[in-house]
């Protein structure tokens, strides 16, 4: 899954001096393993920037060709920890806070109250940035949730998932350079950051109501753990599965989500053909996702 927000792929990186190439046969050998291990999905025509991104873990290695990579991690006792590698090599994690602002200006204005009503009673609000990258969707989400004045008191949690662990641990520190700030007002930039020596970090009083995990999403089995909750972002992330991962992601934010919860997708993203098991809701910036109130538990 130019600037790509929440995108995967990033700009070339050639191994160092290493004259690598990637046959048609090798290339599929070793995308069927990086779907197979993350669902991101590679079409025929992007064998060179496969190649290219993965030369320098060729060379890392030790090794002179892809059918070599291939082979280790098919069966070196190391193939595990080496495929997250080629995960990360093959992923891009750029992104920005506030990005897709209409949006946001629905969640806050729109989402959220109806949630602060229909939940005053449990006074919970828990909320899952699916495919989080470095973190700026989640601490957005946060100041967003804060200046709404709803949820005071209420026990909040914003949770942050991404596959690649180098992001992650960007997320967690949550100090960021200029970049991410493209669009952030005076306001945000005063009210919830700190001068930082690499740029400006996020305050404590938002970093409190948000973590960060690694988790593939197709991973099944752990899912479950995140518990239920009552909004989902999932924005730019749908786009690099397959139509079958697609599907299969779907039911588990539907799986996850409490009834009447939310999701959000990105701008170029929707649910025609994958499910019906959605309201489409129309709000006054944006279409969004809910699941209805009355559907079944899982």
Known sequence: ????????????????????RLSPEDF?????LVERASGIHFTD???????????????????????QYWQFLRYD????????????????????????????????????????????ARRSLSIWSAGCSTGEEVYTIAMLVRETGLFEGWDVRIFGNDINRRVLQQARRGVYGRSAFRVTSDHYRRRYFDDHRDGAQVREEVRAWCSFAHLNLL??????????VDVIFCRNVLIYFDAIARHRLIERFYERLQPGGWLLLGHSESLLHLSTSFEIVHLREDLVYRRPLGGASS
């Open 1 to 20: 899954m130019s600037v790509r927000p929440k995108g995967l792929f990033s700009p070339d990186r050639m191994g160092g001096g290493v004259d690598l």
């Open 28 to 32: 599929r050998l070793i995308r069927d």
């Open 45 to 67: 025509d992007q064998v060179y920037l496969v190649e290219r991104r993965l030369r320098d873990r060729v060379a890392a290695l030790g090794l002179e060709t892809f059918q």
């Open 77 to 120: 006792s190391r193939a595990a920890a080496e495929l997250e590698e080629a995960v990360e090599a093959l992923t891009l994690n750029e992104t920005y806070f506030f990005r897709e602002d209409y949006q946001l200006r629905s969640f806050q204005n729109e989402v959220l109250p109806e949630i602060a009503r229909r939940e005053r």
């Open 219 to 228: 991973d099944e089995e752990r899912l479950p753990l995140l518990g239920r």
